[in-house]
């Protein structure tokens, strides 16, 4: 009797893994903040909680959006490929043609943004920022 005990326990707890690691990879994640550039909205070391499901669905190996369903609006905080490819948050100031936003810090002597790097693609959007 013991034994089943151990392999249902087990059942269930790599079920909950693979249930967690599912949230992770298509629905939620979550970051903890570095940098100066979206203070003081944002603080280093703030853990938030992104929506990756806010504009579209985009498999986690991809390098863009399979469907679209809403675009960022002006204000929403992004997180973002940069055109090194490092994860950044900012806020969308606006979108722009070629299917662009400018992304901008709230903390401008402190950002480097769009100011500096130009538009970013709309499909290097990873989430929109939900809890700080």
Not at 63 to 71: D, H, N, T, V
Not at 111 to 118: F, H, I, P
Request: proline share 6%.
């Amino acid at each position: 009797m013991e034994n089943n005990t151990s392999i249902e326990t087990g059942r269930a707890i790599g079920g909950a893994l693979f249930v967690a690691l599912l949230l992770k990879l298509f629905l939620f994640d979550f970051m903890i903040t570095e940098g100066q550039s979206m203070v003081p909205a944002i603080k280093p070391g703030s853990i938030l909680v992104v929506n990756k499901l806010a504009y579209g669905l985009r498999l986690p190996w991809s390098k863009g959006y399979l469907l679209w369903w809403a675009m960022p609006k002006p204000g929403d905080v992004v997180v973002f490929y940069t055109p090194c490819r490092e994860i950044a948050v900012k806020r969308c100031a606006e979108l722009t043609e070629n299917h662009t936003f400018m992304a901008l810090g709230d903390n401008s002597l402190q950002s480097y943004d769009s100011r500096a790097y130009g538009p970013i693609p709309l499909s290097n959007i990873l989430g929109k920022v939900l809890i700080i």
